[in-house]
């Protein structure tokens, strides 16, 4: 599965939208792209996924670029309680859920 | 629709021992993952399960195994524990395995293992 890049930390004001960047460059074409959120003792929580298209749920939106080497997480409206560790992952469909190191993102009042 | 329920949540035992923990995957999952979360190596792939068969294993050494029951009801199991295997161990179940859009995984709470 491809690496991926991500900053170890970014803050972000609460109500403010939080773009969160992920560099994934040798990214293969049938590869999707996760991101999950793991706040402080809990499990990780799936937040979004896509392949080529841009996607959006409930919860975020994701920005894939045209070439698939990176990726940006968009949370709307942070809120206190999406202080967490972002972690963005490259699947292969059948293969294995490698998580790195995140993005502690703090969301301050 | 209940979640992924780890039991224990808590466990302390003693170098050479063993462990076993368990998971009990959301209704109707078929696939199961195990990880294992440290503060210096993070979240760690172990194994996944679907329809009984292993189906991806991480790098970590025998001591470490796994199973899953006709019910997707999982298990792993550490031998000869060691202090460094110490942790947050995290199950993970998934609608079904290899196929999209299906590989959602959805986290239990896990089991906190502390070796003495």
């Known amino acids: 599965d491809a690496k991926t890049t991500q900053p170890p930390s970014m803050d972000c004001a609460e109500g403010r939208a939080a773009n969160l960047p992920c560099n994934h460059s040798?990214?293969?074409?049938?590869?999707?792209v996760y991101w999950y959120r793991q706040i402080h003792s809990q499990g990780p929580q799936y937040i979004i996924h896509g392949l080529k298209n841009n996607e959006t749920n409930e919860m975020a939106s994701l920005i894939i670029t045209e070439d698939r080497k990176s990726s940006t997480l968009i949370l709307p409206h942070a809120t206190l309680r999406d202080t967490a560790v972002y972690y963005c992952?490259?699947?292969?469909?059948?293969?294995?859920?490698?998580f790195g190191a995140g993005t502690q993102v703090v969301v301050t009042p | 629709k209940a979640g992924v329920t780890q039991t224990p949540r808590y466990l302390i035992k003693t170098r050479g021992q063993q462990v076993t923990l368990s998971c009990s995957p959301i209704?109707?999952?078929?696939?199961v993952s195990w990880y294992q979360q440290t503060p210096g190596q993070g979240l760690q792939f172990l194994f996944e399960?679907?329809?009984?068969?292993?189906?991806n294993k991480g790098n970590f050494p025998g001591r470490f195994s796994g199973r899953q029951f006709s019910n997707s009801r999982s298990e792993m199991n550490v031998s000869t524990l060691e202090l460094g295997d110490s942790a947050l161990y995290l199950c993970?179940?998934?609608?079904?395995?290899?196929?999209?859009?299906?590989?959602?995984?959805?986290f239990g709470p896990g089991t906190r293992l502390t070796v003495l």
């Open positions: 040798t990214i293969s074409g049938n590869e999707y």
């Open positions: 993970a179940s998934s609608l079904s395995f290899g196929t999209q859009p299906y590989n959602e995984q959805f």
């Open positions: 992952i490259v699947h292969l469909t059948g293969g294995k859920f490698q």
């Open positions: 209704s109707g999952h078929r696939s």
């Open positions: 399960y679907f329809s009984e068969t292993q189906r």
